[in-house]
């Protein structure tokens, strides 16, 4: 569409899910969740949209229990969606997942116990995931050797920059005080690695629900789960997990900034709206019939009149 305001179009646009907690055999969360539907819901409302993604970053947390099945299951649904979409797939380990099947079902290589990070490059624009999680645990770590790694591929900016990716996201949580125990421990050793670097934002899950802050002068976003998200202000409860308010995230990369949006999965009711034929006919306007006919309080538009 014809940019109507002061910034050009975006260069990139990214989608961010994460925490979709695959289980095998279709079977539902908790015995409650459709997992299935709702990242189908989620990729369907992309698909719909006109939204074309260069890149959707799935942040960990893909399979819950690392069952084989899962990781098929979602391969089978999210691959035809991106391919549909134009979008290059980028998936990141997170601590529900299995570094093994991981490695052997989504990427096709031997099954392999190692970190799994590695650097995508999505015109012009590098995204890293990197792993962050623990065998055998819910906390993250990086070991010396990954922010050495990370450090090596830091060293020569990219055209259009780097997100970096991954499932622990290192910011507070002031919410969730249990979540406290199951943060990224040693953020200090990653600041050192990105401060000063050419990573323009940091891509999250692990929370269920999404929130920013900043880290190394770096903007954080955290994408909610598809799955289920937790109640912030639950009365005397201690990570509270609900079927509601599921969403994934959008990134709209400019040359100098970058706007990070929630976007909630399912259906809502209109209670508002216009129909999409009015594009052509506000393209067509000069700026100052545009300014007359929707921003001014005494226009047609805005008193309700027919237009």
């Known amino acids: 569409m014809k940019p109507l305001g002061q910034y050009p179009a975006p260069r990139h646009i990214v989608a961010h899910i994460s925490d979709s907690h695959f289980l095998g055999e279709g079977r539902a969360l908790y015995g409650e969740v459709d997992t299935d539907a709702n990242l189908t819901q989620a990729l369907l409302q992309l698909e719909q949209s006109g939204i074309r993604p260069q890149a959707i970053v799935f942040t960990g947390d893909l399979a819950d229990l690392g069952e084989p099945d899962a990781y098929g299951r979602l391969r089978a649904l999210v691959e035809p969606a991106a391919a549909r979409l134009g979008a290059q797939v980028i998936w990141v380990m997170g601590n529900h997942d299995e570094r093994p099947v991981y490695s052997s079902l989504l990427f096709g290589t031997e099954p392999s116990d190692a970190p ?80 000063g670097s050419d990573v323009r ?48 995230n959008l990134v709209h990369v400019y040359d100098d900034r970058i706007v990070h949006s929630v976007i909630p999965i ?24 545009r300014t007359e006919m929707f921003s001014s309080k005494k226009s047609k538009f805005n008193l309700g009149e027919e237009v």
């Open 116 to 195: 799994q990070d590695r650097v995508y490059d999505v015109n012009g624009l590098r995204i890293i995931s990197f792993d962050t999680s623990v065998p055998g645990y819910h906390h993250g770590e990086m070991s010396d050797a990954q922010l050495e790694w990370l450090a090596d591929v830091l060293a020569t900016p990219a055209e259009h920059g780097t997100l970096l990716a991954l499932h622990h996201p290192p910011v507070p949580t002031p919410l969730l005080w249990a979540m406290e125990m199951l943060e990224l421990r040693g953020q200090d050793r990653l600041e050192a690695v990105i401060r």
């Open 201 to 248: 934002a940091i891509l999250g899950g692990h929370l269920h629900f999404s929130t920013h802050s900043t880290f190394a002068g770096v903007p954080v976003s955290v994408a909610a789960a598809t799955c289920y998200t937790l109640a912030l202000t639950a009365k005397d409860r201690l990570l509270s997990g609900v079927n509601a308010d599921q969403a994934m």
């Open 266 to 289: 399912g259906a809502r009711t209109e209670i508002t709206g216009f129909s999409a034929e009015f594009v052509d006919r506000i393209e067509s306007m000069t700026f100052e019939q």
